[in-house]
Structures are given as C-alpha cells and as structure tokens.
C-alpha cells in the first residue's frame, strides 16, 4: 500500500515538473526584451541625465534582419565559401533633447547593450518652447 502511494505521488510529480518545463520552452524561445522604461535608464546614465531634465521625442521597438557570413562546413578545401545566416535582431530607437543638445541612442532590447549613440551639440530648436503662432522654416 505505502508503495502505491509513494509511486503515484512521485508520477505527479515527475509529470508535473514535465508540465513545467513544457510552459517555459515558448518564454525561452521567443525571448525577452528590456522594458522601454529600462531602456530609458539606460541612455539617460550613459548621457549623463536625469528623465525629469530630458523631453524623449521618439522611442521606438524596430526589428531588423542581419546578415552575418559563416564559414560554409560543405566546402571544400581548396576553395571554401561563405553562406549568409539572417538573424532577426530587436532594437530600442529613442531620440531625446536636453536644452540645446539632441541625443540619439540605438540599444539591443534583449541585452540593453548600447549600439550606437549621437549627440548633436549645436543648437537645437526646442519645439514646446515656440509661440503656437511661429511656424519652422
């Protein structure tokens, strides 16, 4: 009697650690990316800012196919070739402005990690500043 118990509680158990690990394979294969609120952290410590001193203008998720070469394992030895591999990567594109200075910052949104960044320090219109009557050339 006591066995029966104990294999039917560790059935249950294995099946439902099973079930567990079936769940998680879809969260794990589509990956997660930071939040746009990380995101802004992230830019605004690598400018220097705080986000009460800053106007974002623009942020945006876009997703971009790469090309990456990688060396072809059918080739043969005189002559080996490349194949082209499309990875598909996710990027944060935000745009930011703190008095006369623009910022535009492109980061990986599953890492945070910076990919590029440009400051413009010449002078930059701030839009909210105008008169509603004066119009942009």
């Known amino acids: 009697m006591r066995k029966s118990i104990f294999s039917k509680s560790l ?3 294995i ?3 099973a ?3 079936v769940m998680c394979i879809p969260a794990m294969a589509a990956g997660s990316i930071i939040t746009e609120a990380q995101a ?3 830019v605004l ?3 220097g800012l705080k986000e009460k001193q800053v106007i974002f203008l623009n942020v945006e998720t876009v997703t971009d196919e790469e090309e ?3 060396k072809d394992e059918t080739a043969d030895e005189a002559g080996t070739t490349d194949k082209n591999v499309k990875n598909s990567v996710t990027k944060y594109e935000l745009t930011f ?3 006369n200075t623009a910022y535009e910052y492109t980061l990986d949104a599953a890492t945070g990690e910076i990919l590029d960044s440009d400051k413009d320090e010449e002078f930059y219109l701030n839009p909210g500043a ?3 009557s004066t119009t942009l050339p």
Do not use: N, R, V, W
């Open 68 to 70: 990456t070469a990688d």
């Open 40 to 42: 802004k952290k992230i």
């Open 15 to 17: 099946i439902s650690f």
């Open 97 to 99: 402005y703190h008095e």
């Open 19 to 21: 079930m567990l690990i």
């Open 45 to 47: 410590k690598d400018a």
């Open 11 to 13: 059935g249950a158990l």
């Open 130 to 132: 105008l008169p509603s």
